[in-house]
């Protein structure tokens, strides 16, 4: 194959990519299988996948969890699990055959020729090593520079890659800095033996939207100047479009379709690759329910007052103002978004709505009843009334328990209806979240995201509560499971007319979902209104810094574009 | 740091007031006492039941029991454990004389175990081949399963009777060190060798370990540089508590071996009913639990600098 490709894909080459015309691509990976091994057998995660990057250019896999997009990576620079093998195909870098590689040789490889920025900045450095060593360490690794000369190396790159004060954070052990600045250390420990070729496995899907977008912003600038080439695993269609030359998009281990990023995007080819797009909160237009009026109904169901939260001893400079002079109301049947990033409160605030932390100052009235003051056995009362949906359904459900004991726990703890009466109701509410019932007996491990954070949907009205707080209830899941569910809870409202208390970070979701939006940071509220008005007009710099945020793949700052002689069809 | 360890004191005297309130009320509901005990061991039943009254209310057995418990803590409190019932000489100096042979004991048994359970831990955790990795993990539950005294028996057969190698017994010396630090030592090297196995293992499939692997890092720079310390904590706490059950081990091994030692006064103690002494052994398993929980304690910020001391107080 790589004798065919001179003189095709070219064109798309952009940067100093120096021969790559000659060479052919950096990076090619022809008919790639990878197999686990499972229990009682094996499972081909990738069933063939064709893709070539190359020097200069940044590719995008795209596809949700399961797709293979993350084996197919690590398959690259020979990372792959220790249950998984590759069982066919072919993968050349720079013209060698990384199979063919012996252990010292692709540690060769590793580092100095292929970088790896890793998914997860708060798991991927060595929490007992200072950053400054961790850096150097690649240097001295592949005998770029002596011990010594490596320290001022990292203190540069360091520089290089947007951190301040690089003398002190060299220093600095990684629970010393924050989410944004550990993954710029990583993009470091990347670039610092100089490869040409950056694997980055969802380098942002961990931080808050404002600092993603930096880190993405640097990483690009990065590559741009030094020429190096970027293998961008995402699950994010949006962001792929806006960063990518081209995009792949698997699917079950397979190519669905791959070709120009802004191409593939405007004019998709296959139904997949169209019902991604149309799931990506980012690229969904419109709301889920149509604008309603705030009506005058009276009393509103939930009255939240002056709140404020205190953590650390108050008084001591340690103390941090969580949550500061917080309040909303919420009417019958419409939902409330609290938007905001890592640290602003909000999480803090719903664990107070629903009685797990105590205020310091302010009051809480659901329908008349302070909520604040109230002793377990009244508190135990509310909670009938009172719900909540978590972020993570892998751990917010008894593993232990089955689905259907999951939803009538809380008709047992409150002692309601004969056992065949809440078996009835349990049936209802499956229904109603458009689970099979021949689910209503496995265990949570025997579901996916998407069926677990139905049932724990399911939990949470079972009770016919006339308020639920969902606390990043979307933010676990794949996209197309997403927007599965934001429909469902729209769905369950209408017909339920139960309120939401909507918790999150993506101001994409909200935008969907929300009557009334509250921008929260550093514990305080900058800004409330109706969701028109907050995204159209907002009036805080923040709310602005936010709504810029959100990936927007057709205002793309490239201008130039190959021309449309340069056409690949998918595969 | 002068503030932590002084709440750590503060924290140590209850347990170690507990102990000594335990042990002396486990010692007052036994139906002989101190006294009783010596006259019969003396075999000297000439004395008249007026004579050891007279006896008994001159030594203070006859005082209640609170006043009795006042006593010896203020005894304690100056230095003084009383008397062995057997020998006649001070507790206090009794065990110190003891000690000695026993602290060697137990760092030469703590070095040779702790060391092994690293290694065997180590080879397990990395071992590619499954077989070779069960092999290995098999090898702590079997140690810790063969009771001491067997194993010591066994190489005192072998080395020492057959090979006629190294000395069965004896306290002077090296050479009279190596089979009884061994044997000490096995209960040490299973216990190390499985926690920091698991622990490594668990360490392996953290994302800096990818993150390192990614750099272009070899296997024994993997371990060295970035897997041991993560991995060590878990094993640093649980030699913490093998160094307390030592002092247990110590009771059989230098029995076995016919060494000098805190180990053998506590079995010869026990034996004899000598309960003062007895009282003294236990103060001091229990001194040497809080002092070796502390030395623990102190050196996890060491190896991790997310731990912080003042934490720990909170």
Known sequence: MSAASPGRGVTVAPGPADGAADTGPLLSIEDLR?????????????????????????????????????????????????????????????????????????????????????????????????????????????????????????????????????????????????GGMRQRVLIAIAIAA???????????????????????????????????????????????????????????????????????????????????????????????????????????????????????????????????????????????????????????????????????????????????????????????????????????????????????????????????????????????????????DRRPRELSGGQRQRVAIARALVLRPEIVVCDEPVSALDVTVQAQILDLLTRLQRELGVSYVFISHDLAVVRQIADEVLVMRHGAVLEHGSAEAVFAEPSHPYTRDLLAAVADPFHQPRAEHPDAADRETAR | MAKYLASRALQALPVLLGTFTLAFVLLSVLPSDALSIKLSGSGDSALSQEEIARLRAEQGYDDPLPLQYVRQLGGLLTGDMGVSLHTGSPVVSMIGSALPHTARLAVAALLVGVTAGLVIGSLAAHARSRALRELLMSVPPLGISFPTFAVGLVLIQVVSFQWRALPSGGTDGFESLVLPALTLSLPVTATVAQIFARSLREVLDQGYIDTATAKGAGRLRLHLAHAVRNAAGPSLTATGMVIGNLLGGAVVTETVFSREGVGRLTADAVTRQDLPVVQGVVLLSALVFVVVNLLVDLTYPLLDRRVTLTEATR
């Open chain 1, 194 to 440: 100089g490869p040409r070729l950056l694997i980055a496995d969802e380098p942002t899907s961990a931080l808050d939207a404002t600092v993603s977008r930096r880190v993405l912003d640097h990483l690009a600038g990065l590559s741009a100047e030094h020429g190096i080439a970027l293998l961008l695993i995402t699950h994010d269609l949006a962001m792929a479009a806006e960063r990518a030359d081209r995009i792949v998009v698997l699917r079950e281990g397979q190519v669905v379709e791959q070709g120009d990023a802004r191409e593939l995007i405007t004019s998709p080819r296959r139904g997949y690759t169209r019902d991604l797009l149309a799931d990506t909160p980012s690229l969904r237009s419109g709301r889920l329910i149509p604008a309603r009026e705030r009506r005058d109904e009276g009393e509103p169901l939930l009255k939240v007052r002056g709140l404020v939260k205190t953590f650390g001893r108050a008084g001591s400079a340690d103390a941090v103002r969580a949550v500061d002079d917080v309040g909303f109301d919420v009417g019958r049947g419409r939902t409330v978004a609290v938007l905001g990033e890592s640290g602003s409160g909000k999480s803090t605030t719903a664990r107070i709505l629903l009685g797990l932390e105590h205020p310091d100052a302010g009051s809480v009235l659901l329908d008349g009843t302070e909520l604040t003051t109230l002793g377990a056995a009244g508190l135990r009362q509310a909670r009938r009334r009172l719900q909540i949906v978590q972020q993570n359904p892998y751990t917010s459900l008894d593993p232990r328990f089955t689905v259907r004991r999951v939803v009538a726990e809380p008709l047992r703890a409150h002692k309601i209806g004969t056992p065949r009466e809440r078996d009835a109701r349990v049936e209802e509410m499956l229904d109603a979240v458009a689970l099979p019932s021949d689910l209503a």
């Open chain 1, 34 to 178: 990878v197999t686990y091994r499972v229990r009682g057998g094996t499972r081909e995660a990738v069933r063939g996948v064709s893709l070539e990057v190359h020097a200069g250019q940044t590719v995008a896999v795209v596809g949700e969890s399961g797709s293979g997009k993350s084996t197919t990576a690590h398959a690259v620079n020979g990372m792959l699990a220790p249950g998984a093998r590759v069982t066919g195909g072919r993968i050349t870098y720079a013209g060698q055959d990384v199979a063919a590689l012996s252990r010292a040789g692709l540690r060769r490889l590793r580092g100095a020729e292929i970088g790896l920025v890793p998914q997860d900045p708060g798991a991927s450095l060595n929490p007992t090593a200072r950053v400054g060593d961790q850096i150097a360490e690649a240097l001295v690794i592949h005998r770029i520079a002596s011990r010594r000369d490596a320290a001022g190396h990292a203190l540069r790159l360091l520089a290089e890659v947007g951190i301040d004060r690089p003398e002190l954070r060299a220093r600095q052990f990684p629970h010393e800095l924050s």
